[in-house]
């Protein structure tokens, strides 16, 4: 799948070149990533919660207009996300309060590539557009490796999760604005919305008390990005 839409992007893109009247951009975006719905809720004792905190991601974005409205686009996404540990020592503290706890984990990682439609109204002169942006794609996602250790006394245990990968289809949707600084370069500011479900397999759950397992996890994902950056025109 992946291979396709490489092979998509490379067949089309000259193509709407062809046709553009106002060519074509070049973009590379930076900005922060805020997790909604289950990805972001932070209630440990929920099964489905990704207890993800505010993130930082990169976007590198090509678009090729038919018309001065319509067009294509392409977008190559990498985030990252950490976890909070507060709110998993809050759980722990609340079941267990006679145990000092500690968490120690790493963060959710997520990179994708989508393909879609592409939408500009002008908004002052040739200067400044509204842009919309209707996309398909792939997203991949690492889950955090999580250790949690409890000390009581002279008494101490460890349960680690590892980390899994997990693939699934995504939607990128958006808007945003576009304003020329020259024939050349212009400046983008974008809100995207971006979704996906994750089934991680193979998950390895072990302990210091002799605990081994295997184990699956399902991850609802979606997050708010806003980002922004500078665009090549061609």
């Known amino acids: 799948m992946k291979k396709s839409f490489i092979v998509l992007l490379v067949i089309l893109f000259p193509v709407t070149c062809c046709y553009s009247q106002d060519k074509a951009c070049l973009s590379l975006q930076f900005g922060s990533s805020i997790p909604t719905g289950d990805f972001g809720n932070t209630n440990a004792s929920k099964s489905k919660a990704g207890l993800a905190k505010n993130g930082s991601i990169f976007e590198v974005s090509f678009t090729g207009k038919f018309n001065e409205y319509l067009g294509l686009t392409g977008i190559v996404i990498?985030?990252?996300?950490?976890?909070?540990?507060?709110?998993?020592?809050?759980?722990?503290?609340?079941?267990?309060?006679?145990?000092?706890?500690?968490?120690?984990?790493?963060?959710?990682?997520?990179?994708?590539?989508?393909?879609?439609?592409?939408?500009?109204?002008?908004?002052?002169?040739?200067?400044?557009?509204?842009?919309?942006?209707?996309?398909?794609?792939?997203?991949?996602?690492?889950?955090?490796?999580?250790?949690?250790?409890?000390?009581?006394?002279?008494?101490?245990?460890?349960?680690?999760?590892?980390?899994?990968?997990?693939?699934?289809?995504?939607?990128?949707?958006?808007?945003?604005?576009?304003?020329?600084?020259?024939k050349s370069i212009c400046f983008?500011?974008?809100?995207?919305?971006?979704?996906?479900?994750?089934?991680?397999?193979?998950?390895?759950?072990?302990?210091?008390?002799?605990?081994?397992?295997?184990?699956y996890l399902t991850q609802d994902f979606s997050e708010m990005n806003l980002v922004a950056g500078i665009g090549i025109r061609m």
């Open 78 to 182: 990498g985030g990252n996300n950490s976890m909070d540990k507060d709110a998993l020592l809050n759980y722990y503290h609340s079941q267990y309060p006679d145990i000092d706890w500690s968490v120690n984990t790493t963060s959710w990682v997520t990179g994708g590539l989508f393909f879609g439609g592409y939408g500009s109204v002008p908004l002052w002169k040739d200067k400044l557009s509204l842009d919309f942006k209707l996309t398909l794609g792939f997203l991949h996602c690492k889950s955090p490796e999580l250790t949690s250790t409890g000390a009581q006394g002279t008494h101490s245990l460890w349960v680690n999760m590892s980390s899994a990968s997990g693939n699934s289809f995504s939607t990128l949707i958006g808007t945003g604005l576009k304003y020329n600084i020259s």
């Open 188 to 215: 983008l500011a974008n809100l995207e919305y971006v979704s996906a479900a994750f089934d991680f397999q193979n998950i390895q759950l072990s302990s210091n008390f002799g605990y081994s397992n295997s184990g």
